[in-house]
């Protein structure tokens, strides 16, 4: 419970820090945890974004975001070449259990996204497979990818704020994760 509550704190004082930009000005408490936080290459072979088909005319580029700003939406993007658009595409995803077709959400300038809403934090590290097919041809452009998939990104190359929110945000779900999910293993 101990190193859950920390890490929920920790992840509460980078969120506060990166959305009201002071950095520096009232720091998160050291947390052993986050301060200590690596990327490995175990963690990208493991929670790393993987794209699996990229056989769909059309599409010519993914990004991945998480929305801090809602309840852990995992966004994935597609950007779609010209003279291609939504109404040629089936967007879906797979939580585990069942196959969601969406609406895509327009982000501007051709490109489409999916979204994966309230994603509790034992759950970060599932890896939800996105998939756009094609109509016509039936041909598909697959990705899976989880909220720690993000992490790993953006803790290696975001914005000093993203990078301690992102490395806060993963300990925070392995955490939760250890303490919902495998209790008996660790005591709880």
């Not at 003279?83 to 995803?93: A, K, L």
């Not at 939800?128 to 097919?133: A, E, I, N, P, Y």
């Not at 992102?166 to 709880?188: D, I, R, S, T």
Request: net charge negative.
């Amino acid at each position: 419970m101990k190193r859950l509550a920390a890490c929920l704190l920790g992840y509460y004082e980078y969120a506060y820090q990166f959305f009201t930009g002071r950095v520096g000005v009232e720091g998160p408490r050291a947390n052993p945890w986050i301060d200590q936080f690596t990327v490995t290459d175990d963690m990208k072979a493991t929670y790393g974004a993987k794209k699996q088909v990229t056989d769909a005319p059309g599409v010519i580029g993914t990004s991945l975001n998480v929305l801090f700003e809602s309840n852990n939406a995992l966004r994935l993007a597609f950007k779609l070449d010209e003279g291609y658009g939504p109404d040629d595409y089936t967007f879906q995803y797979f939580d585990g259990e069942t196959w969601h077709t969406v609406e895509p959400v327009s982000i501007g300038n051709n490109r489409w996204a999916i979204l994966v809403e309230d994603i509790a934090a034992p759950n970060l590290g599932y890896m939800f497979k996105f998939v756009l097919t094609h109509k016509a041809s039936g041909s598909t452009y697959e990705v899976s990818a989880s909220v720690y998939s993000y992490c790993l990104l953006a803790a290696q190359n975001g914005s000093e704020n993203m990078q301690g929110l992102a490395k806060a945000l993963y300990c925070y779900g392995e955490a939760a994760y250890e303490y919902f999910v495998k209790p008996g293993e660790n005591g709880n």
